[in-house]
């Protein structure tokens, strides 16, 4: 597996703030924690991860644009290239000393993600990504999962962040899927949930009420590893949109067609 010289440095800004975070990791207790919404919480391993990350990757390449989830976006002098960046992906995990949480680092390029890097500190698997170039966890090749039937399916998800209560639509959805599937796993890393598909982990993987940093790096990783990947509303827009839903092709748009099933109305 040759990788370019710039997933290099987005491995290597990856494996810094791994380090930072597999630190503060093992002192979590210490960390001072803050909320930003219903159940959203950040903590000083978060922002200090961010930093890392956009020091390697600014040094790097001054003139590109960096978006990351807990700092005032950079517009870069280059108009065609922007770093996203999802410092912890799986926060609430980390706080509670849960070994599932992601570094996530994806590069676009005229509004196309051309590199993905999701890096899990607590396990040492890295998964890489370049368009064109297939997608790898640590130097093995990667193929999304061959089940055809939606029926032979373990599918993950996401529950949407609306703080208690409101779930109504979402628990509509969630019962049609498990009424089809084997099992529905929960694990609270976007860009995890995401590798795990490339990785035939799961067969497919569906959530709403996402950010771009979330899902950019994991979505080129399946395309990568010849998954198919769409919104939740059967478009392929899926960062502008927040949402998605993804694994091969056959379980992906079956997957598509349950959670659009109609709500019923009480
Ligand atoms: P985070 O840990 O970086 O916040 C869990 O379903 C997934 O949703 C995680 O990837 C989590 O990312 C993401 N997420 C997005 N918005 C969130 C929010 N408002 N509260 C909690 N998790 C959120
Ligand atoms: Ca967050
Ligand atoms: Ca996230
Ligand atoms: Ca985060």
Redesign the pocket.
Known sequence: MARSALLNVMVQAAFKAGKSLARDFGEVQNLQVSL???????SQA?RKAERVIRDELLKARPTYGFLG?EGEEIKGTDGAHRWIV?P???????LHGIPH?AVSIALERQGEIVGGVVFNPATDELYTAERGGGAFLNDRRLRVGARRNLSDAVVAT??P?LGRGNHGKYLVELRHVMGEVVGVR?F????L?LAYVAAGRFDAYW?R???A??IAAGVLLIREAGGWVTDANGDNRPLEDGSIVCGNEYIAKALGEVIRRPVPIK
Do not use: I
């Open positions: 930003k919404g219903p159940g959203d919480y950040v978060d989830e999802d912890l992906d799986g926060t609430t995990n980390f949480f996401g529950t962040h929960r609270g890393s976007a860009s949930d959530e009420d996402l950010a940093w979330d």
